[in-house]
T-cell receptor, first 114, second 111 residues
Framework: DGGITQSPKYLFRKEGQNVTLSCEQN?????MYWYRQDPGQGLRLIYY???????QKGDIAEGYSVSREKKESFPLTVTSAQKNPTAFYLC?????????????FGEGSRLTVL | QKEVEQDPGPLSVPEGAIVSLNCTYS??????FMWYRQYSRKGPELLMY????GNKEDGRFTAQVDKSSKYISLFIRDSQPSDSATYLC???????????FGTGTSLTVIP
């Protein structure tokens, strides 16, 4: 089945450690996104990518990094510079970055910093 | 002012009731509108996707867009306990590369 796979579903990290969240899609979508979801705050955009080897910062990119070496993969690294990383992270994709396509989400990754 | 406003609820209804969920927005350039259902600790699931004004129906779900009032609605008929979730609205313009979300409305359908 086509879809977006995020891993791991749950991750615990000690302060000062970097962690990488995986996102893979087999929908042949050009655009991929990372959002952070906190209670009462809705979805906030971290990074997005319109095409391989290109990505742009979203509203809350500080303390995060991404890469887009393959069309189907868009991993997110939460660095030790992110001051409040405990959150629910959602990866999403759309057939095209600018246009009419709807947005599809993965199942999410819950990161907890101990 | 936020670009998209959504009443967070919580909303509680008896099984079988008609549910009305709503969002308002400020940017008249929005043309594509989405409704998502999100269960606890899961990713949002796309329910409805509509373009411009008008109605779209899919089973028990109806999405309405009123661009003149900058107002969108999702109606759920014959609501079921399995409809208990948070519902998110989202929208985009046709030339933009970002989506804009409401904060979600929490719905509980009581058996």
């Amino acid at each position: 089945d086509g879809g977006i796979t995020q891993s791991p579903k749950y991750l615990f990290r000690k302060e000062g450690q970097n962690v990488t969240l995986s996102c893979e899609q087999n929908l042949n979508h050009d655009a991929m996104y990372w959002y952070r979801q906190d209670p009462g705050q809705g979805l906030r955009l971290i990074y997005y990518s319109q095409i391989v080897n290109d990505f742009q910062k979203g509203d809350i990119a500080e303390g995060y990094s991404v890469s887009r070496e393959k069309k189907e993969s868009f991993p997110l690294t939460v660095t030790s510079a992110q001051k409040n990383p405990t959150a629910f992270y959602l990866c999403a994709s759309s057939i095209e970055a600018s246009g009419t396509g709807e947005l599809f989400f993965g199942e999410g990754s819950r990161l907890t910093v101990l | 002012q936020k670009e998209v406003e959504q009443d967070p609820g919580p909303l509680s209804v008896p099984e079988g009731a008609i549910v009305s969920l709503n969002c308002t927005y400020s940017n008249s350039a929005f043309q594509y509108f989405m409704w998502y259902r999100q269960y606890s600790r899961k990713g949002p699931e796309l329910l409805m996707y509509t373009y411009s004004s008008g109605n779209k129906e899919d089973g028990r779900f109806t999405a309405q867009v009123d661009k003149s009032s900058k107002y969108i609605s999702l109606f759920i008929r014959d609501s079921q306990p399995s409809d208990s979730a948070t519902y998110l609205c989202a929208m985009r313009i046709n030339t933009g590369n970002q989506f804009y979300f409401g904060t979600g409305t929490s719905l509980t359908v009581i058996p």
